[in-house]
């Protein structure tokens, strides 16, 4: 989605505008700008397609002198990506100029108002009327015209604005879409996520809905829609520096590929104080924990596919029933929620609209939430009753892979607590599946330096033109989220079937040569999937396995096999994913797309 940028201080701006957008290039965007203010005018420089085609255009900034400035990069929504509907956008006079990430749901009435009273607009965005509406609000007050703005807008905005007649001033405005703010020693930074401020400052303050924040060079000061004065807590950032570098990796992807034992292993770490097993951060009592009546785990893409298997982990090992939603669904599906249930709802990025409204549903019905999240202080994780965060670190490439990974150790060991709380698992019990847990990251490492098969396979199969995963329960979990990552990189039709469903349609869709990936690693389901196999084979299919050490059986009918350590059945998933995302990686390379900024992709989805 579209990111924001603001600079106010001692520096030129306009190069730590660029800089900054070009580390929240990973949100996604098809046209980019920056707005300067050099004491006498706002110059703007604007251009469709990639950052690097601004930083051209200004010289990487030379061209645009002055001390403050905004700067966008823009996902399109309204209005096709080209210059004209590229941000920055101004009122007619050039006295105010503003950047907005979101979307403006009422901006068709808004314009039409103003058309009425004689206000010319030459873009088709909606960020436009803010422009215009901030200019019919202005009597010289800019906090006043703002708080009217939000007032009369509706929808999820974070807004970046400098008006002429305030050259010392950069003010931003929040709701519904992230927006920070950072402390610098020569300045102060706006920006719509941390990795654009780290280079400056790890000082950040995150505003929240509804709340203003005026930047002078030496000072930051809030208050909120209601012209209340508000004292905010700033916190410090504890990321690694090389947190938003590729630090010689080729894409973000397969750095991000090669954090996950790091990662499993700080997430799982965070579940142990002494080696008692405990929830960190979570207020939810024993009491309240043994009355849970369900759970629904509630998300979006590769977050809700972790759901999906979490749904076996909790069922098997803590005996609640289960339900897995899409939080696009959930949120409009009138969901009929027992008192005692627990919704969790999982992200990564904490900011997705979808599953920000499906935790506002729960909570308006009076059920209890627990986020697993993996971006602090993001919507969701303030907003839940409670908050797990997945110890992931800064996730930059578009498809999700170590945040995927964080989010089923936090299932897992949420799982085993309730499990041992609610007594339907030992304490010798609990033990062997620890074992298994701190065995993952070794393994999932080891999986990783075994990569050249899979990539050799890779490169044969890149101009495949459907793919077919299959696999049954957890099997099939995982086979949804190979088939996402496969289909968002390399553009490549996939689907993900429950082995056992092929029959009833799909396996018509089967022809000589078709590529079917089949995922075996339960093994009480193995005999059925390898039939399903048999099946497909049988129609021409061309079958990779990945399945656990030791079946080898499965080299009887499968073409290619790949092999993953032996585990816990629950845990499977986090083995059986590492081939099957390093297959996608390779073969968006060997198709030469750009690995970490898909097409039509956003990192951070923002609007519905
Ligand atoms: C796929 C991917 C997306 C996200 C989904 C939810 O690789 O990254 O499917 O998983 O958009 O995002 P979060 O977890 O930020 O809510």
Request: glycine share 8%; net charge negative.
């Amino acid at each position: 989605m579209c990111g924001i940028v603001g600079y106010i201080g001692l520096r030129q701006a306009a190069p730590v505008l660029l800089d900054g957008l070009a580390k929240l290039e990973y949100r996604g965007y098809d046209s980019a700008g920056i707005a300067v203010y050099d004491g006498k005018d706002i110059n703007i420089t604007k251009s469709k397609g990639r950052l690097q085609v601004l930083c051209e255009l200004t010289h990487d900034g030379e061209k645009l002198p002055g001390h403050v400035g905004i700067g966008h990069t823009r996902w399109a929504t309204h209005g096709e990506p080209n210059d004209v509907n590229s941000h920055p956008h101004f009122n007619e006079s050039r006295s105010i100029v503003v950047v907005h990430n979101g979307i403006i749901e009422n901006y068709a009435s808004i314009k039409a108002k103003l058309i009425e009273k004689g206000y010319n607009f030459v873009s088709e965005t909606d960020t436009e009327v803010i422009a215009h509406m901030l200019d019919y609000y202005y009597k010289g007050d800019p906090l006043e015209a703002i708080r009217k703005v939000m007032h009369r807008a509706e929808g999820a905005y974070a807004l970046g604005i400098i008006f002429k007649e305030k050259p010392d001033m950069l003010y931003a405005v929040r709701k519904d879409s992230p927006l920070i703010v950072g402390k610098a020693a020569d300045g102060n930074i706006i920006a719509s996520d941390v990795p654009a401020v780290l280079k400056y400052t790890r000082d950040v303050c995150f505003i929240q809905n509804g709340e203003i924040a005026v930047l002078s060079k030496e000072d930051i000061k809030f208050c909120t829609i209601d012209a209340e004065d508000i004292q905010k807590e700033f916190t410090k950032i504890e990321w690694d520096v090389n947190a938003a570098d590729k630090c010689g990796y080729e894409h973000y992807m397969l750095k991000e590929m090669f954090e996950q034992p790091e990662v499993i292993k700080d997430t799982l770490g965070s579940f142990f104080e002494d080696d008692r097993i405990v929830i960190p951060g979570v207020s939810i009592t024993d009491e309240e924990i043994k009355k849970i009546s369900k759970i629904y785990i509630v998300a979006c893409g590769s977050a809700y596919h972790t759901g999906v298997t979490a749904k076996y982990v909790y069922e098997g090992m803590a005996r609640i029933p289960v339900e897995v939603d899409l939080a696009s669904e959930f949120r409009y599906r009138d969901p009929l929620l027992d008192k005692d249930s627990l919704v969790i709802i999982v992200s990564q990025s904490g900011e997705t609209a979808d599953s920000k409204a499906a935790l506002e549903e729960a909570k308006r019905r009076g059920v209890r939430t627990l986020g697993i999240v993996n971006a602090i202080g993001s919507s969701i994780a303030r907003d839940a009753d409670d908050v797990v965060y997945t110890l992931a670190g800064l996730e930059i490439a578009v498809a999700t892979t170590k945040a995927y990974s964080a989010q089923l150790i936090a299932h897992y060991m949420i799982a085993l607590k309730f499990g041992l709380i609610r007594g339907e698992i030992s304490e010798e019990e609990a033990s062997d599946y620890i074992k298994d847990l701190k065995k993952l990251p070794d393994q999932v490492e080891m999986l990783l330096n075994n990569r050249e098969k899979i990539q050799h396979f890779a490169t044969r199969y890149a101009a495949a033109k459907d793919v077919f995963f299959i696999g049954r329960g957890i099997d099939y979990a995982i086979s949804l989220e190979a088939s996402l990552k496969l289909k968002e990189i390399s553009y490549i039709h996939s689907e993900a079937y429950a082995a056992g469903e092929l029959k009833h349609g799909t396996i018509s869709l089967i022809e000589d040569g078709t590529l079917v990936a089949a995922v075996l690693t339960q093994e009480e389901l193995y005999k059925k999937t390898m039939n399903n196999i048999v099946e497909v084979k049988t129609r021409g299919a061309f079958v990779l396995s990945v399945t656990n050490e030791g079946n080898t059986e499965i080299e009887k009918i499968s073409d290619y096999n790949i092999y993953i350590p032996q585990t816990n059945k629950y845990f499977t998933n986090s083995l059986a994913i590492i081939p099957l995302q390093l297959f996608a990686y390779y073969v968006s390379v060997g198709k030469g797309f750009d690995v970490d900024k898909p097409r039509n992709l956003a990192k951070s989805v923002t609007v519905e």
